[in-house]
């Protein structure tokens, strides 16, 4: 059984952050701090449209940000796959694996997702990776 699992079917709600109801980042917040004891910031306070562009704006800082790096080669579970939504990349979903993420789809649920075809494929902006993130899940197996 795969840590995602516990996740799939979480409801969506603009700004939520909790199991109650969550955005495509608030999934993020409560997968980072329940499986890798991890804070990431909230962004609660702004609306959408301004939440997309703060989100947008940590994004396009990560290169430089102590916080997050680049991956650069495959994916593995954990990492934050941004996607572009309109004008922002905004989007976000967590590896389960490469290729395979969990996210919040639209305005319905949290579920699990093949981003290397269909309409992710042309959004997929790259891959990212907290630097907190416990050695042992760096260095897990792929599948």
Known sequence: MSWSNAYIGLPWADLGRGRDGADCWGLACIIYQEELGIGLPDYLGYSSAEERGEIAALIAGAETSPLWLPVNGPAIAFDIAVFRRGRFASH??????????????????????DYTHGSWK?????????????V????????
């Open 136 to 143: 042992q899940i760096v260095t897990e197996v792929r599948r």
């Open 92 to 113: 976000v979903g967590i590896v389960v694996r490469h290729g395979l993420m969990i996210h919040m789809e639209g305005d319905d649920c949290a579920k699990i997702a």
């Open 122 to 134: 042309p959004r997929f902006k790259g891959h990212y990776r907290h630097v907190e993130r416990p």
